[in-house]
């Protein structure tokens, strides 16, 4: 246990700072501060030396220089059971420093509210970083807070040991430190090398997580899982549970399926996802519950223990729908007091709130990553402009097809290649998924529309990728399918138009391709 006579205090972030000082000054620990902090400690009453005082040097050229002092990281870093260390020390008129109360310029925030590039720069912290590395480097001699998290866990322990912190708390605190500042430095580095445009990939990728939760296993029981959110977070990573059990790995990676479904829409949407495709999807201007009653009907046996995503919040109508079936998770921007009455019922299903004022969270547009053995692949979101469809068969879709061909497409981009999706009347009818031939998803997603007595004649096809062959053409139109949309691409292009013909159909080429492996 070592005492804490001295601490520096210097925060952007002034949450709870003033009791925290407060704690410490009764503690017996005497306060040197900076800038707007000692202003406002000031005002608290509480005794403080300001930092230009302590050095000797006035706080100078705009502020960048306030700490940067032998008389401060001397007192830091002098190691106090060696005799050298306390010799020049006392040489210097140099006092040791017990203590680091600081967090750093608000750097993520404000490139995150949109900013100039000089803006930017005088938000990169150096003392802060400076001092915080210094005391952590030394944290068996000082004691380093960068957290208001940790206040009152550090103030109830000094005060439960005479103003003494142990090692272990001051290692624990040391380590939180130089997390913050790799992130830090990584947040610094990811925006200037961005500043060349998202297409530039930065010859160093740097990326930091914070731990919001450990999980029970990953995929498998075998497995230990944790789930991190990235940098500032959004999305999914600060979605509220409401109700039910903790969430798994294989939830939490179906409720990001879902949620990226259902934002896809603008109408009131459903999808339902089960082990990260869709068993069904759907959208109805009469509001939430009919879109989930339709995108039940594409497959209900899927569904059982799925989860559903919804852009418009949960009412009770919706929860007694939901009633009905055993399911995994629902995930909404809301729901309201008689639909949480209703699902609670419920002991296990978890209900998760995301995004604000009744949406969904956009797309934040961050890179997709993918891991391999000995690195990473990293690739822009698939979130292109809408296609410019072309229409390469005689006959022109109708505005029916053309509305349903676009709800297809859009489903299309959310299911494991390969991929067929038929659609009719705002929902999926037959969804193929995930296999290595491209006719064996067109038969999957046929026999599937059959299995939930959907009739699939006068229904819409969207193909991920291009046809090989015209087979799945001709299969399509025995079906009674009556419009396709697709890459297009193939070298037999001309043979797979040439069937539509053939077959009265409409089909129309996008240019654009939604592998997803």
């Excluded at 296990?348 to 956009?362: S, V």
């Amino acid at each position: 246990m070592k005492k804490v006579r001295r601490a520096i205090v210097s925060v952007t972030d002034k949450s709870g700072i003033e009791d925290f000082v407060k704690r410490l000054e009764a503690a017996g620990v005497e306060i040197i501060s900076t800038g707007g902090t000692a202003e406002l400690l000031k005002k608290a009453g509480v005794d403080v030396i300001p930092i230009s005082a302590y050095t000797g040097f006035p706080e100078m050229l705009d502020g960048r220089v306030k700490t940067l002092h032998p008389k401060i990281h001397g007192g830091i870093l002098a190691m106090r059971d060696n005799p050298e260390h306390r010799r020049q020390m006392e040489s210097h008129d140099i006092l040791p420093i017990d203590m680091i109360v600081v967090n750093l310029y608000a750097f993520e925030e404000t490139v995150a509210g949109g900013c100039t590039l000089e803006e930017a720069i005088e938000n990169i912290d150096i003392g802060g970083p400076t001092m915080i590395r210094a005391a952590a480097k030394n944290f068996r001699d000082v004691a380093v807070v960068t957290d208001p998290a940790d206040y009152d866990a550090v103030m109830e322990e000094m005060e439960r040991n005479g103003g003494a912190l142990s090692e272990a708390t001051r290692f624990e605190l040391a380590k939180k430190v130089f997390s913050l500042t790799a992130r830090y430095d990584g947040a610094v580095s990811n925006y200037l090398t961005g500043l060349d445009g998202p297409a530039a990939f930065p010859s160093t990728l740097t990326m930091q997580f914070a731990k919001v939760q450990d999980l029970r296993y990953g995929e498998n029981p075998h497995q230990a899982a944790a789930f991190y959110r990235e940098g500032r977070g959004g999305g999914l990573a600060d979605a509220v549970q409401l109700h039910g059990k903790e969430l798994s790995f294989n939830n939490i990676l179906d409720l990001h399926s879902a949620m990226a479904l259902a934002s896809e829409f603008d109408a009131p949407a459903a999808a339902i996802i089960k082990h990260n495709n869709p068993c069904g999807a759907a959208c109805s201007e009469a509001g939430p519950a009919e879109a989930y009653r339709k995108a039940l009907e594409c497959d209900r046996s899927s569904a059982f223990g799925g989860i559903v995503a919804f852009n418009r919040p949960v009412t009770a109508d919706v929860a007694r729908e939901l009633s009905g079936i055993f399911l995994e998770a629902v995930i909404a921007p809301g729901f309201d007091d008689e639909a949480l009455d209703i699902l609670r019922k419920k002991k296990n299903i978890r209900l998760m709130a995301a995004g604000k004022g009744g949406r969904l969270p956009e797309p934040d547009g961050r890179l997709d990553i993918k891991r391999v053995s000995g690195g990473v692949l990293v690739q822009e979101p698939d979130r292109p402009e809408p296609p410019r469809l072309r229409t390469v068969t005689r006959r022109e879709p109708t505005a029916d097809e053309l509305e349903g061909l676009a709800f297809a497409w859009r489903v299309a981009k959310h299911v494991k290649s390969n991929v067929i999706v038929l659609a009719k009347d705002g929902r999926t009818v037959g969804i193929g998924a995930g296999q290595m031939s491209r006719i064996d998803s067109t038969k999957i997603a046929v026999m599937k529309a059959g299995d939930a007595g959907l009739d699939v004649r006068g229904s819409v096809l969207a193909s991920d990728a291009f046809f090989p062959f015209r087979d799945n053409v001709d299969l399509a139109a025995e079906n009674g399918v009556t419009a396709i949309i697709q890459p297009g691409g193939s070298i037999r292009d001309d043979e797979v138009i040439a069937a539509a013909d053939e077959h009265g159909m409409a089909m129309v080429f996008t240019g654009v391709r939604h592998f997803r492996h």
